[in-house]
T-cell receptor, first 118, second 119 residues
């Protein structure tokens, strides 16, 4: 399996621009997560989906952030308008919840998108 | 309140020696899972080991073992025979509320410990 695929690997943009981060989860996985990693705040869960439906978006910082999962093999995280404080590494991860026993299923992470907003 | 606490921002260990990375957690849920991930300088997140709250024995995976002390709510990672390639950030994480399909499926991470293995 190719693993979780994120694009782009690096994104440099100017304040006020729209940024779209993309993620392809592992085939067959039914959960998808978006995390943000910064030095100050560590790894924060932004939102997660189950079977393409957003389950918990309480970690989304503000209305400038939005995430979609139109199908089982694709998700986007959009920031509009972007601000310098959005600079971070954004990780996508996926997982498969087998048989309702939701304890030991590990998350598989993508390589992350390094976002720099100037 | 912090759900996952890693009190060691950075640690050194001599190559071939063992090292313990601390992790304490806070939950009132009787069913939960604890994970450790490694993040080398290249940035990817690598799963290392898992411990379930009902597991009777401490988890082991090769050179990694988890010192699980449930009453103290600690889940320390022990790396035996450290190698230079073990130099990385290490994150402890917890998933709580895992009973039933309607339960939360969040995995919450601690702030991490940076380990440097000296030759």
């Amino acid at each position: 399996d190719a693993g979780v695929i994120q694009s782009p690997r690096h994104e440099v943009t100017e304040m006020g621009q729209e940024v779209t981060l993309r993620c392809k989860p592992i085939s067959g996985h039914d959960y998808l997560f978006w995390y943000r990693q910064t030095m100050m705040r560590g790894l924060e869960l932004l939102i997660y989906f189950n079977n393409n439906v957003p389950i918990d978006d309480s970690g989304m910082p503000e209305d400038r952030f939005s995430a979609k999962m139109p199908n089982a093999s694709f998700s986007t995280l959009k920031i509009q308008p972007s601000e310098p404080r959005d600079s971070a590494v954004y990780f996508c991860a996926s997982s498969f919840r087998a048989g309702g026993k939701a304890t030991n299923e590990k998350l598989f992470f993508g390589s992350g998108t390094q976002l720099s907003v100037l | 309140a912090q759900k996952i606490t890693q009190t060691q921002p950075g640690m050194f260990v001599q190559e071939k020696e063992a090292v313990t990375l601390d992790c304490t957690y806070d939950t009132s849920d009787p069913s939960y899972g604890l994970f450790w991930y490694k993040q080398p300088s290249s940035g990817e997140m690598i799963f290392l080991i898992y411990q379930g709250s009902y597991d009777q024995q401490n988890a082991t995976e090769g050179r990694y073992s988890l010192n699980f002390q449930k009453a103290r709510k600690s889940a320390n990672l022990v790396i035996s025979a450290s190698q230079l390639g073990d130099s990385a950030m290490y994150f402890c994480a917890m998933r709580e509320g895992v009973t039933g399909m309607d339960s939360s499926y969040k995995l919450i991470f601690g702030s991490g410990t940076r380990l440097l293995v000296r030759p």
